[in-house]
């Protein structure tokens, strides 16, 4: 029989009356001081996500946290402290850096000089016309081919994109969401071109449509097809593409539109959760999907509280995914995650600047046990980065990684009073949250009353308030300025003559392929979306195959889908 | 009689949907007194310039973040040219590099926002300017 311990299970030790007449000497010599005055001043009590701080934290903060059911251990549910027993140890996070622009052959350039440099994952970034399913040559497309990442009109532009790359051994992460299916088919039939097998292939797909009617605004069918898709796509990959990450769930943008570290952890869960159920009620099983399923948060500038926030992320998952829908597998209770620095913490005045808001933002990323990482360049703000601030970005991963460190104890902040005591907080806040979304329906009703669309507007709103009165400080933005500056750095420019170009390719491959085949294959997709039994995929696949563009396809989808359009509240 | 307060238009053009930026202005302009229409996102220049003439807007603010600025800004003119209501002040912010400002200023748009720009000085800009029009076109 094991023996009781004599020793409480929470996290704070009994107090002594030492340690309680240093506490009350303490206290008497704080109330004291007088809080600083001037910029900045007026936000010292609070994170920038207006979560109220203490002047200093102590065991009480933590008393109610019980170390087995809270903290337990790096590996161990409820993960707070990372998922991998040995943290960075055995393995390093994957540098990913985000890149695409011009033309596919442009970015297969730009691919290649990231490879050679030691980057370990590819991540596409598709231009806006692509994001949104235009072709190049849509009157909807003009001026925006290739300005803010690659335009990918058919699979033969996705076959340019890896011309020369092994795709069976790198891996790859694409950014899109409304027409994600499509990408996804180009990508499984550019690689079966070149006799990869799709189960060999391995990477990302974000895919994640909610948070682009939250926060991002690139849909294209309305939420409930919309969520169809999905749950196509996840059916597929689980059961063809064991390697494959069905969905990026993503807090990213939630945060770059304006969001709190609390919103960003509750929607994205939250998203996360509709996702699981929407699959669940299609009558897949939890654990043949949930382990596939990836998340992407955004590093900001409040230190403490984004670690906080990744440490309350994995805790939440583990407990809503072991607790609520009954996963038995341990990799369906394990969140793991990418990172990117905030984008929105930029800024365009003293650009160099960037670069260490970008080191300390990864710092929080990487103390939070992100897995794979996107540095910012320090020029995002003003253009697509150029090849030299890409590289600075990349260093400064590889500074973090290899020298500061950092990455030799797991979870190093685990047991700090005020983070324990902050990632409990988010977790609260989170939780009420869900509690709202419940109330409303669901994400998808939510969304439809504009909910998360108004908190974040909200947000967005007072953060600006506070900047004005310079109760924040933006260095070099609302202090320390500097008259009539112009950035002394190089910026890259897309021309007008990328445009050009892949209006004139789309052209000739709508001329040069098979035209019986591309209507035959559309018609049998629009049949696939109409009965809600098929499967979307196979038939998008064939589609690619025939060379169908991207615009067309979403124009047969829309014929049985509709077009979304959304109500916008300021 | 008091005069009616300033009518704006904020609008986003084309396929870029990052709204945060529009959405500050909107609600900083309307706490400041004005009366702002907010288009909403994925317009035309053409329905933006059709929506500033029909609500009889002082001014139009464009917000772009997609780098499509050097195409949308200068329909956005041609089109209040075409139809005679230049006279509307039209404004603009996002992410542009500071040589792509001074060319669309030099176009004709009358101020280009770049991000870190305080609100105070937006603000005052539109009170004066479209102040101005007001006086003229009564």
Not at chain 2, 54 to 61: F, K, L, P, S, V
Request: net charge negative; proline share 5%.
């Amino acid at each position: 029989m094991a023996k009781m311990i004599d020793r409480p299970s929470g996290l704070a030790a009994q107090p002594t009356p030492e340690f309680e007449e240093q506490r009350a000497a303490w206290e008497a010599a704080s109330r004291k001081g007088t809080p600083r005055s001037g910029p900045g001043a007026g936000a010292i009590d609070r994170t920038i996500s207006d979560v109220p701080l203490k002047v200093c934290y102590g065991p009480e903060d933590v008393a109610h946290l019980d170390l087995a059911r809270d903290l337990s251990w790096p590996g161990q549910y409820p993960y707070t402290r990372g998922i991998h027993p040995n943290g960075y140890r055995d393995r390093l996070w994957t540098m990913r850096q985000f890149a695409g622009f011009g033309t596919a052959r442009q970015t297969n350039a730009r691919y290649h000089f990231l490879l050679s440099q030691g980057q370990t994952g590819l991540s596409v970034a598709f231009d806006m016309p692509t994001l949104m399913g235009y072709d190049s040559d849509a009157p909807q497309a003009r001026g925006e081919v290739g300005k803010c990442g690659v335009a990918i009109d058919s699979l033969a532009d996705m076959e340019v994109l890896f011309d020369g790359i092994d795709m069976g051994a790198i891996t790859t992460s694409m950014t899109i969401n409304g027409p994600a299916c499509i990408a996804l088919a180009q990508y499984i039939a550019a690689a079966e071109k070149k006799g990869i097998p799709r189960a060999k292939l391995g990477g990302t797909i974000q895919a994640d449509i909610l948070k682009e009617y939250i926060a991002q605004k690139e849909w294209i069918f309305p939420p409930r097809p919309h969520m169809r898709i999905i749950v196509d796509m996840i059916a597929f990959c689980t059961e063809q593409m064991p390697k494959w990450n069905t969905i990026s769930i993503s807090g990213y943008h939630i945060r770059e539109a304006g969001s709190t570290a609390a919103q960003e952890l509750a929607f994205t869960l939250a998203d996360g959760f509709a996702y699981v159920e929407a699959c669940m009620a299609a009558g897949l099983d939890v654990d043949a999907f949930a382990p596939r399923l990836s998340f992407f948060f955004n590093a900001h500038i409040d230190f403490f509280e984004e670690i906080a926030k990744f440490r309350a992320a994995r805790r939440i998952w583990a407990r809503h995914m072991r607790e609520k829908y009954g996963a038995k597998n341990p990799r369906s209770w394990q969140l793991r995650f990418h990172t990117q620095t905030a984008g929105c913490s930029a800024t365009a005045q003293q650009p160099e600047n960037n670069i260490v808001r970008v080191a300390y933002e990864a710092l929080a990323a990487v103390l939070g046990g992100t897995q794979s990482l996107h540095t910012n360049s320090m020029d995002e703000v003003l253009a697509l980065p150029t090849e030299k601030s890409v590289e600075i970005a990349l260093r400064t991963q590889q500074v973090l990684a290899y020298e500061t460190n950092v990455t030799n104890v797991v979870d190093p902040l685990g047991g700090s009073y005020y983070v324990e005591a902050l990632t409990d907080e988010l977790e609260r806040q989170a939780e009420s949250y869900f509690a709202q979304i419940a109330e409303y329906g669901g994400v998808i009703e939510a969304i439809e009353a504009g909910f998360f669309q108004r908190e974040i507007a909200e947000a967005s709103y007072r953060y600006q308030r506070s900047i004005e009165a310079k109760d924040r400080i933006i260095v070099g933005v609302n202090a320390f300025e500097k008259e009539e500056e112009k950035p002394e750095i190089e910026l890259l420019k897309i021309t007008d003559e990328t445009e050009r170009e892949q209006i004139e390719a789309v052209r000739v491959l709508r001329a040069r392929r098979d035209a019986n085949r591309v209507a035959a294959t559309l018609e049998r997709l629009k049949a696939a979306c109409r009965d809600p039994k098929d499967n979307v995929m196979p038939h998008l696949i064939e589609c690619v195959n025939a060379y169908c563009t991207e615009g067309e396809i979403v124009e047969a989808m829309v014929e049985v889908f509709g077009r979304y359009t959304e109500r916008s509240v300021f | 009689m008091a005069a009616r307060p300033l009518r704006i238009v904020v609008a986003k053009a084309g396929l870029d949907g990052h709204d945060r930026g529009a959405k500050v202005i909107a609600r900083a302009l309307r706490d400041a007194g004005m009366e702002v229409i907010y288009t909403g996102l994925f317009q035309t220049p053409q329905q933006i310039v059709q929506t500033a003439i029909q609500e009889d807007a002082d001014g139009i603010g464009l917000s772009i973040l997609s780098g499509a600025h050097m195409t949308l800004f200068p329909e956005i003119l041609r089109e209040l040219r075409e139809r005679g209501a230049d006279d509307i002040v039209f404004f603009g912010g996002g992410t542009i590099p500071p040589d792509d400002a001074e060319e669309l200023r030099r176009m004709g748009v009358r101020a280009i926002f770049t991000p870190g720009t305080p609100l105070k000085e937006i603000i005052s800009f539109v009170e004066r300017e479209c102040g101005k029009r007001r006086e003229l076109v009564g």
